[in-house]
């Protein structure tokens, strides 16, 4: 079984800077691409920001230059470092990683449960 955690969302006013944390655990071989999306009230799902195996980075145009993703393999983490924050990034923030659970098997898509970012103006 595969978890992913996300932590690190809350209120902030614009401007401000927060970090989000996501832990994947569980039944884990390895880990191929992890991203992070996020759905506004009344919008569908849409990608942020994601990272491959190699380190290779895609950000959404909205928040090019302001965030910034990373991955740590050691820990099974992938974090999002959310700086010059606007009213318009409020939004519940989903945690995706792309992994294979154990050698045999082929690889598939977890998502985490959300964290809610408020930005208030």
């Known amino acids: 079984q595969v978890q992913l955690v996300e932590s690190g969302g809350g209120l902030v006013q614009a401007g401000g800077s927060l970090r989000l944390s996501c832990a994947a655990s569980?039944?884990?071989?390895?880990?191929?691409?992890m991203g992070w999306y996020r759905q506004a009230p009344g919008k569908q799902r849409e990608l942020v920001a994601t990272?491959?195996?190699?380190?290779?980075?895609r950000y959404a145009d909205s928040v090019k230059g302001r965030f910034t993703i990373s991955r740590d393999d050691a820990k099974n983490m992938v974090y999002l470092q959310m700086n010059s924050l606007e009213p318009e990034d409020t939004a519940v923030y989903y945690c995706?990683?792309?992994?294979?659970?154990?050698?045999?098997?082929?690889?598939?898509?977890?998502w985490g449960q959300g964290t809610q970012v408020t930005v208030s103006s």
């Open positions: 995706n990683a792309n992994l294979v659970p154990r050698p045999n098997l082929t690889s598939r898509s977890y």
């Open positions: 990272i491959t195996s190699v380190g290779g980075t």
């Open positions: 569980g039944s884990i071989y390895r880990i191929n691409g």
